[in-house]
Structures are given as C-alpha cells and as structure tokens.
Nanobody, 115 residues
C-alpha cells in the first residue's frame, strides 16, 4: 500500500502548480481523499477533501477559490490544482486516503512559493 505525491517545487507568488498523488496496492474509489500541508513550526493543516465518488469537495478557508481537488478513480490518482499561490502556501503537502477502516498517508511533496 502506497501513496506517492509529486508535482511540488519552487514557484513565484501568483504562480500555479498541480500536485498528483498516485495510489498503489489499493483502490482509491473506496476512500475519501484529502490533501494536508505542514509548514515548518506549524501543525499539519487539512487543505481539501473529496468524497469517494468525487461528488463533494470541501476546502480550508485559506485556499478556497484558489485550490481545486479532483480525482480519477480509473487512474487511482488524486490531484490538487493550486493557483494564485502565496508565500504562506509554502509547506510540505501530503496526500491521505481514509475510510471507516483504513487511513493511509503519503510521504509528501514540498511546495515553496518565493520570489
């Protein structure tokens, strides 16, 4: 069982990035998927959630209108499209799959927003 994030990097303020999270060893269609982030010295924060069928999404107020979570169950992949990035979005971003029985985390991908 594995979640592998990718797509992070260094971007200027106002820029965009698209994070991907590929699952292996299990089928994400049975899981709600989430993106969390953690900045140095801060607690891990829930950024976005998408239900198992993609029918509902929820966002943290800090990213609402700028970030979009989506999923492709056929590809066993979840995405986080990030636009209008701000320096305060700098953090390590983690993918998470959870249901009533299981809870899996990836190792994260670093996003740095700086000029």
């Amino acid at each position: 069982v594995q979640l592998v994030e990718s797509g992070g990097g260094l971007v200027q303020p106002g820029g965009s990035l698209r994070l991907s999270c590929v699952a292996s060893g299990f089928t994400i269609s049975r899981y709600a998927m989430r993106w969390h982030r953690q900045a140095p010295g801060k607690e891990r924060e829930l950024v976005a959630t998408i239900t198992n069928d993609g029918g509902s999404t929820v966002y943290a107020d800090s990213v609402k209108g700028r970030f979009t979570i989506s999923r492709d169950n056929a590809e066993n992949t979840v995405y986080l499209q990030m636009t209008t990035l701000k320096p305060e979005d700098t953090a390590r971003y983690y993918c998470r799959a959870s249901n009533w029985m299981w809870d899996y985390w990836g190792q994260g991908t670093q996003v740095t927003v700086s000029s």
